[in-house]
């Protein structure tokens, strides 16, 4: 039997890409599945918590009730659609892989190829976690670093920078973690702790990462 130890707990996750459109056909995203998000949706809603997953494009279904999902494309209608949301939330938790950057302009008809060279103009897109931290109140903010090199510094530079409760870290550089597997191999950062871990289904890690924010509630 599953002990609801999230009962009475709102978690709002993000997860999978965005896709920041460049013409009626095109857009810029990013191999993010959606499945680490709705892993961790799926245990919160387990563990009977009120769970709002808003992910973008991602072929993840979901199978429990107590699942409120909300589909968006960009990382605009995420930002948007996290502060719906985000003064009723306890746990805040960021699992999305958000275009940090989108064209500036959006092509009203599809961009012909009369060119050799094609030059793109980007902007910044919104910092959603960033701008999670700078709102917080009384949420418990998780977020993820997806690194390539330097690691735990860049990790741990995330958690102070956003203003974060905990991070997960998870290292392309680890065979069978990252994007798509169905596998993730990760290490949490607090600001005083850090505990790693073996490579799991993506289902045994969201039990982790949730173990991990209970017991941080519970000091
Ligand atoms: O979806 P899967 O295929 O299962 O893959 C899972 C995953 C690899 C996408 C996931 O485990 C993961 O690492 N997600 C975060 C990916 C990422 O974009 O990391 P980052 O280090 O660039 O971002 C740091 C944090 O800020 C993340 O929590 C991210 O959600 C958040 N962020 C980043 C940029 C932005 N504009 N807004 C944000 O909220």
């Known amino acids: 039997d599953q002990e609801k130890t999230l009962d009475g707990k709102t978690v709002l996750i993000t997860a999978g890409p965005t896709y920041e459109a460049l013409d009626p056909v095109r857009f810029i995203g990013n191999h993010s599945s959606g499945k680490m998000g709705f892993s961790l949706a799926e245990e919160a809603a387990k563990r009977g918590a009120k769970v709002i997953l808003i992910s ?3 072929s993840q279904t979901i199978h429990r009730g107590n699942i409120d999902l909300h589909r968006i494309t960009s990382a605009k209608e995420m930002l948007e659609k996290v502060f719906q949301f985000y003064d009723k939330i306890d746990i805040g938790i960021a699992s999305a892989a958000v275009a940090d950057y989108a064209p500036k302009e959006i092509a009203k008809e ?3 190829k009369n060119e050799d060279q094609l030059t793109l103009e980007l ?3 919104p910092d959603i976690l960033k701008t999670m931290g700078e709102k917080k109140t009384h949420q418990f903010l998780v977020g993820f670093a997806l690194e390539t090199q330097n690691e735990e510094e860049n990790a ?3 958690l102070e920078k956003k203003n974060l409760d905990m991070i997960v870290l998870n290292s392309l550089r680890d065979e069978g973690a990252g994007f798509k597997n169905d596998t993730n191999k990760i290490r949490i ?3 005083t702790g850090k505990k790693e871990f073996d490579l799991k289904s993506k289902d045994e890690v969201a039990k982790d990462i949730l173990d991990f924010v209970e017991h941080q509630l519970l000091k």
């Open 189 to 191: 950062f607090t600001r």
């Open 110 to 112: 599809k961009i012909k």
């Open 123 to 125: 902007v910044k897109n």
């Open 156 to 158: 741990k530079a995330k």
């Open 56 to 58: 973008g494009p991602s």
